[in-house]
């Protein structure tokens, strides 16, 4: 049976199931909850210095008002680090190469961030929709340009990161065979 290149990005069924529910739940499992006794087991104790050290590393270059995304970006950082490491294994699917979950992660967080920015600070959020010095009869159109081209960025994002997760794998096949 011949297979091509490209047949390695297909979502992978079995018996009408598709595995990628599988592969997305399947990383949770792996990891051990934390119990109530006073001294845990090496797992757990290795696994809290970890987090801790990573959570410490991840905030580094964060003001304190950014210190609150700690639990939603160390979450995030853990899910895809499981999920690429899953894909090492051999005869495994990486759901991270699928379009899908790299927009279903994009979209969101693109939105959350121009909110936030839209409430928090609207006037340099709305600032960069219009340059500065722009001729009066410009501005309508230029900022329905910048509007699109803002929108189109969350969609280019999402596309480019799988591009280049595609790419990666299609090389690694390539110079395989």
């Known amino acids: 049976?011949?297979?091509?290149?490209?047949?390695?990005?297909?979502s992978p069924t079995h018996l009408g199931i598709p595995l990628i529910l599988i592969?997305?739940?399947?990383?949770?499992?792996l990891y051990p909850s934390p119990s109530n006794r006073w001294l845990n087991n090496r797992l757990v104790t290795l696994?809290?210095?970890?987090?801790?050290?990573?959570?410490?590393?991840?905030?580094?270059?964060?003001?304190?008002?950014?210190?609150?995304?700690?639990?939603i970006l160390m979450s995030l950082m853990v899910f895809l680090l499981s999920m690429n490491m899953l894909g090492l294994l051999p005869y495994t699917f990486t759901?991270?190469?699928?379009?899908?979950?790299?927009?279903?992660?994009?979209?969101?967080?693109?939105?959350?961030?121009?909110i936030i920015g839209m409430r928090n600070q609207p006037t340099a959020a709305l600032g960069h929709l219009?340059?500065?010095?722009?001729?009066?009869?410009?501005?309508?159109?230029?900022?329905?340009?910048?509007?699109?081209?803002?929108?189109?960025r969350a969609i280019a994002l999402g596309v480019r990161l799988t591009a280049n997760l595609t790419a990666g794998h299609l090389l690694i096949q390539l110079i395989a065979t």
């Open 95 to 114: 759901p991270t190469t699928q379009l899908s979950l790299n927009m279903g992660f994009a979209v969101p967080f693109w939105l959350a961030t121009v």
């Open 1 to 10: 049976m011949a297979l091509g290149f490209f047949d390695q990005f297909l």
């Open 47 to 71: 696994q809290g210095q970890f987090f801790n050290r990573f959570t410490q590393q991840l905030l580094l270059p964060l003001n304190q008002g950014g210190h609150k995304w700690a639990l």
């Open 23 to 29: 592969a997305m739940v399947f990383p949770w499992i």
């Open 130 to 152: 219009l340059p500065e010095g722009t001729p009066v009869l410009l501005i309508p159109v230029l900022i329905i340009i910048e509007t699109i081209s803002f929108i189109i």
